[in-house]
């Protein structure tokens, strides 16, 4: 075994010296803060991102992207994680292979072309927030870069048909989305209702995967996309899971002492079927989008169990999310003034972690930004997010999330970024439960130009 690594290492150094590699990439540290809670820091992460890109022929293109990252805080619990000679509870870090594709150009025939490996695949037009946008699991670690998404492995087929390009996508395999660090949880998360003089003593939740086999893992997806009126669309089919859990069973037990009980709870992903469309164009020179999706979800059921003392197990069941389609969407557009501000304004309807007809909100989103300084310096004054779950009470239920943020380009490769993020609201909705989070940031970034290597 170990002889068969050390020539497999031998073959792949070997190659090196025989392929010319394009190398790009990225060094970035980015760090946050409260504004109350004592200036409490909350991010601290230094990134080193790096793509390899090749074209060996016209018929073959490879692609990869990984990132060594430094992220976290120190976890010391007592002397002997001083001595780890991996070093990581005194500075966290780790790896993430974001994609490795390999592209193959007329395959088999001059119109199909072929990606396989592990890929990004973008669907929607709007930006950041794309209902349509589902084959690959959400990346939502940092609640306010919202519109990231993990590689998923997968077969990605394209095929030209006169002014039609249509896309045929196969994942085998499913790969939950990442939920917000740390407390920002509390955003996607609603309180929980306790009856009066109930108080929770313990809490776990469970997640139960799916079955690893591909008629329960697998997902595909299709689209056809055109040019019509000089306006992009593109109409699409998703079948897999949802990659967001969804309680499926609340276990109740009380405790000796009075008042207080245990709570555990199960959660599955359930498979959802997803019809979307989106166009993309300009009225003049407004750019505009829109962006639709209608989720076909199974029914969910919800078992809730009580251990009561006295009167035994007592079982109800109730459904957490009914089998009738829901809407999600977005419609949007930018303008930039002659005076050199450049507007971008969007609206809504359905969130990424909400689901159910009944359930879903609405967003107002809008940034207003101006260049000066021949482009070296960008002022935002202008970034917000406003949420309003209740039309009919906003005074009471609404949220707000934002802040001004200045961008300084010293010169073309290196962003020195500074700014704020203001929460506030009323009511339930994912800025009120988390509006004491106020932070400021800052951000560097130095970017590497394309370089050739030949090896």
Not at 186 to 214: C, R, T, W, Y
Request: net charge negative; aromatic share 14%.
């Amino acid at each position: 075994m170990k002889r068969s690594m050390v020539l497999l290492l031998i073959i792949l150094f070997s190659a090196q010296f025989i392929v010319q590699v394009n190398i790009n990439g990225y060094v970035q540290t980015y760090n946050r803060l409260r504004l109350q809670q004592d200036g409490k820091f909350t991010w601290n992460e230094n990134l080193l991102g790096l793509k390899f890109e090749e074209n060996p022929s016209d018929k073959i293109h490879y692609y990869s992207e990984v990132r060594l990252r430094a992220f976290g805080f120190p976890k010391v619990m007592n002397s002997v994680d001083l001595q780890r000679r991996e070093k990581d509870l005194v500075q966290p870090w780790g790896t993430e292979f974001r994609e490795a594709y390999i592209d193959l150009y007329g395959f088999l025939t001059p119109s199909l072309d072929l990606r396989i490996g592990r890929q990004r695949i973008v669907w929607g037009t709007a930006d950041k927030l794309n209902p349509t946008d589902n084959l690959n699991p959400d990346d939502l670690e940092d609640i306010f870069d919202y519109g990231r998404h993990l590689g998923s492995n997968a077969l990605m087929a394209t095929y030209y048909l006169g002014d039609y390009t249509l896309y045929g996508i196969y994942i085998p395999a499913f790969t939950p989305a990442t939920m917000p660090f740390g407390d920002w949880a509390k955003a996607f998360v609603p309180p929980l209702n306790l009856p009066s003089g109930m108080q929770l003593a313990s809490f776990q939740d469970h997640i139960a995967l799916p079955e690893n086999k591909l008629s329960e893992t697998s997902s595909f997806g299709f689209k056809v996309a055109g040019n019509w009126f000089n306006y992009d669309w593109s109409l699409n089919y998703y079948y897999g899971r949802d990659d967001l859990p969804l309680i499926s069973s609340v276990s109740i037990s009380l405790v000796n002492t009075p008042g207080y009980f245990d709570a555990n709870v199960g959660m599955i992903y359930p498979k959802i079927q997803v019809i979307g469309a989106d166009m993309a164009g300009s009225i003049g020179s407004v750019g505009i989008w829109a962006e639709g999706a209608l989720t076909l979800p199974k029914k969910t059921y919800n078992y809730i169990t009580l251990q009561h003392p006295q009167l035994g197990m007592i079982t109800q069941k109730e459904v957490t999310l009914d089998d009738e389609p829901y809407f999600k969407g977005v419609v949007g557009g930018d303008y930039t003034f002659k005076n050199g501000w450049y507007v971008n304004a969007q609206f809504l309807h359905g969130f990424i972690h909400e689901r159910g007809k009944d359930n879903l909100n609405d967003y107002f989103l809008m940034r207003f930004e101006k260049k000066y300084m021949n482009d070296a310096l960008k002022i935002i004054s202008v970034g917000i997010a406003v949420s309003i779950p209740d039309w009919n009470d906003i005074n009471n239920n609404y949220g707000v999330a934002g802040g001004p943020e200045i961008d300084y380009y010293p010169i073309d490769v290196l962003e020195i970024s500074l700014g704020a993020f203001i929460i506030n609201g009323k009511g339930d909705n994912i800025f009120s439960r988390v509006k004491d989070f106020d932070e400021g940031f800052v951000k560097i970034t130095y970017n590497f130009r394309s370089s050739e290597v030949v090896c």
